[in-house]
């Protein structure tokens, strides 16, 4: 069974900074995209960034040249660094992994959320 947990997430001031990690486990053979989206109260799921087993990368305009994304793929790990963060970036964060498990075709996995509120 294939699980991907959120950490990192949390209140903070706007300007400030978080670090968001998800880790996926289980009986996985290989992991392609990973990336995060987020889901503010009374709006739709939205892209955040996402990147490649490869490294590419892609982001929504909203946060470009504040947030980057980072992935170990020894680790099945992404990484999601936010700086400059603004009241606007207030929302749940899901982690998403394309991967195929073991006894499993290539499907889309969703973490569980993690909360960040920006407010002073």
């Known amino acids: 069974q294939v699980q991907l947990v959120e950490s990192g997430g949390g209140l903070v001031q706007p300007g400030g900074s978080l670090r968001l990690s998800c880790a996926a486990s289980g009986s996985i053979v290989s992991v392609n995209d990973m990336g995060w989206y987020r889901q503010a109260p009374g709006k739709q799921r939205e892209l955040v960034a996402r990147?490649?087993?490869?490294?590419?990368?892609n982001y929504a305009d909203s946060v470009k040249g504040r947030f980057t994304i980072s992935r170990d793929n020894a680790k099945n790990t992404v990484y999601l660094q936010m700086n400059s963060l603004k009241p606007e970036d207030t929302a749940v964060y899901y982690c998403k992994a394309d991967l195929k498990a073991v006894y499993a075709v290539l499907r889309v996995y969703w973490g569980q959320g993690t909360q960040v509120t920006v407010s002073s």
């Open positions: 990147i490649t087993s490869g490294g590419s990368t």
